[in-house]
């Protein structure tokens, strides 16, 4: 859970080059930028988690949002696969992605933003028993997001695994401070992933200094007593308290960025379940974020696709 958007992908040749050339067009008056490459495409952490998961052979069940409008954007991506979805009556959010060498998101968070955790019925919470790791993702896009972890741990209990990616939190610094306090206190959560800005400002609430990865990796799992992933461009990491596990990533020429965390997320996850060592978990995730980032394909690999790749 939680969250669905429905993803407008723009691929200018230059992010600062269409920025220049939108400002001179408004100061002329207005009118088109032509030739800008634009794809729409299904969103959001947890749909996309939820797919990726799916697609790697693993029975799914994600428990999102959307109007009826856009609700056969989100179901036909499952159709064929282990997976059940749940949908509650809220709009899907909106995002335009400006995607260059790095992507910049422009959300309006619309039913996301507002996900609390009475959205859940008992079946749910029965179905969500029953589930061997349990994934609250996009805490950033929902007021409601630390409720919702709350409820969580609460009805669930203390053994059952909660997987946490929080996304972008740097416009929620003070209440994302909070949560940290929370989790440290009260083990909301068992496992946390980021990329390298949401470990940093991680590392920023939590009081801990320096900007290496693999040592904000060990520092932020040892201060949590959680397992800490952290996916960069040039390497990941992984820790529980101890000393960093290091993989170093293959530099490719990405085609799309967009959705590419979540994709390496969904092959971590799967290579936990599978019972590989961390090394062998975190090669397995970044051939699947490799594979996924050079393709022309919005479509996450399958597990054929990334064992070929290995």
Known sequence: MHDFFVDRLVRPHDIDGLFRTAKSKAVQGGGSVHGILQEDVRGGNAVNLAHALAMLGNKVLLITHSDPQHRGMLTEAFEGLGAETRVKPLPPGLTVSLEGKVNVMLSDSRGAADFPPS???????????????????????????????????????????????????????????????DLRKNHLVDWVSFNEFEAQTTANALGIRGTDPRRLCADIARSLGVRVDIHTEWAVHTSTGGAATSVRTEHVRPMRLTGAGDIWDAASITGFLKGMHDIERLRFANAAARLYVKSGSPLPPTLKQVRAAL
């Open 119 to 181: 959205l859940v019925t008992k079946s749910d919470w029965k179905a969500l028993g029953r589930s061997k790791i349990v994934c609250s993702v996009n805490w950033s896009s929902n007021r409601h997001g630390t409720s919702l972890l709350r409820a969580l741990r609460r009805k669930l209990g203390p053994g059952k695994n909660l997987f946490f990616n929080p996304s972008d939190v740097r416009d929620r610094f003070g209440e994302y401070r909070e949560l940290m306090a």
